[in-house]
């Protein structure tokens, strides 16, 4: 299985997650808050968001254009450290570090 077919199962595993969590919003958040400059938009964003509308929504469109898809990131200890107290997002976690691990 290339990177390329691994990242995208993931991201549809992380995307079905997060629906199951009851955290997959039908409505995107405003175009200002998109715009966020900081890391993962942590001032105009939930954790989730970020996920869903940035993440998500950016590297399925590199792979649906065949674009060279981003190395040696690592989002993992920001979303332990956001959701330490909340054992409920354990898959959630687990997802992200397989995500973390292809794109190493």
Known sequence: MTATTQLFSLLQQLELQ????????????????????????????????????IFIARIKAMIASGAALPKGFSMAPYFVEVWKNDASKSELLMLIKQIDGVCA
């Open 18 to 53: 997060l629906q199951h969590a009851q955290l997959w919003s039908e409505v995107p958040p405003s175009d200002e808050a998109l715009a966020s400059t900081q890391p993962f938009a942590i001032d105009t964003l939930e954790p989730e968001q970020w996920l869903q509308w």
